[in-house]
C-alpha cells in the first residue's frame, strides 16, 4: 500500500512543479548522452570479474583510458538537472507569457527568437561551466568557448529552429520541457562529443 501511495503523490508533485520533473530528466538524459558518446569513444566497464562491491566501484571510478569517465558523466547530470532545466523553464514561461497563442505562426517566431537569444546564451554557458567544474581556468573555459562556440551554433541553427516550432506549436506548455528533454538526448551526445575533442580537432570534426 506504501508504495503506490508514494508514486501517487510523487505524480502530483510532478504534475503542481512542472520545473522539477524537467529537472529530473534533464539530471537522467544528459548523463545518459555522456555515456551513449563514451561508448561511441570505445569506454567500457572496468573488469573486476567477482570482486567485492567496494572494489568494485573503485574499478568504476578508475580514470584508465578504456574505462567509462563516471566523473564526466556526474558533470552531466549535475550540469543538466542543476543548470539547463531551470534555465530552459525560464524561457519556456517568459516565451510562452510573451506569445500565448499555440499556432505554426507563433512557434516559428519563438524558433527564431530562442535562436538568437536562449541558445548562444545556453551553448557559451554550457562550454564556460562545464570547463570550471572541469578544474579548468577561467582563462582556458573562455578559451574553449571562442573555439567551440560558433561550429556547435551553425549546427544547432540546423537543429533547434525545426524542434522549437513544433515545441512551441503543438506541445502543451505543461510538457515542453520533458519533450524538449527527450529530443536533447540526441543533441547532448552531440555537445559531449564536441565538448571533448581538442581544440585542433574541432575544425576537422566539423
Known amino acids: 500500500m506504501a508504495a503506490p501511495l508514494l508514486w501517487q503523490n510523487f505524480k502530483v508533485f510532478l504534475t503542481r512543479y512542472p520545473i522539477a520533473r524537467g529537472m529530473i530528466s534533464y539530471s537522467l538524459i544528459w548523463p545518459s548522452g555522456s555515456l551513449i558518446q563514451q561508448t561511441f569513444e570505445g569506454k567500457r566497464w572496468g573488469e573486476?570479474?567477482?570482486?567485492?562491491?567496494?572494489?568494485?566501484?573503485?574499478?568504476?571510478?578508475?580514470?584508465?583510458?578504456?574505462?567509462?569517465?563516471?566523473?564526466?558523466?556526474?558533470?552531466?547530470?549535475?550540469?543538466?538537472?542543476?543548470?539547463?532545466?531551470?534555465?530552459?523553464?525560464?524561457?519556456?514561461?517568459?516565451?510562452?507569457?510573451?506569445?500565448?497563442?499555440?499556432?505554426?505562426?507563433?512557434?516559428?517566431?519563438?524558433?527564431?527568437v530562442e535562436s538568437i537569444s536562449y541558445t548562444p546564451g545556453a551553448m557559451t554557458c554550457f562550454y564556460f561551466i562545464m570547463s570550471l567544474l572541469e578544474s579548468k581556468t577561467v582563462e582556458e573555459a573562455v578559451t574553449e568557448v571562442g573555439k567551440k562556440f560558433l561550429p556547435t551554433y551553425k549546427v544547432a541553427l540546423s537543429v533547434w529552429p525545426l524542434v522549437a516550432t513544433i515545441n512551441f506549436s503543438l506541445i502543451p506548455e505543461r510538457n515542453r520541457v520533458p519533450f524538449i528533454s527527450a529530443c536533447s538526448l540526441c543533441w547532448t551526445c552531440f555537445l559531449a562529443y564536441m565538448k571533448h575533442l581538442e581544440h585542433h580537432e574541432v575544425d576537422v570534426a566539423i
Not at 543538466?80 to 514561461?93: C, E, M, N, S
Open 48 to 112: 573486476c570479474g567477482g570482486c567485492s562491491a567496494l572494489v568494485r566501484l573503485s574499478v568504476m571510478l578508475n580514470l584508465s583510458p578504456g574505462n567509462y569517465d563516471w566523473w564526466r558523466v556526474m558533470r552531466f547530470s549535475m550540469y543538466g538537472g542543476l543548470f539547463v532545466a531551470p534555465t530552459l523553464y525560464g524561457w519556456i514561461k517568459v516565451s510562452s507569457a510573451m506569445w500565448p497563442q499555440t499556432s505554426l505562426r507563433t512557434g516559428i517566431i519563438k524558433a527564431a
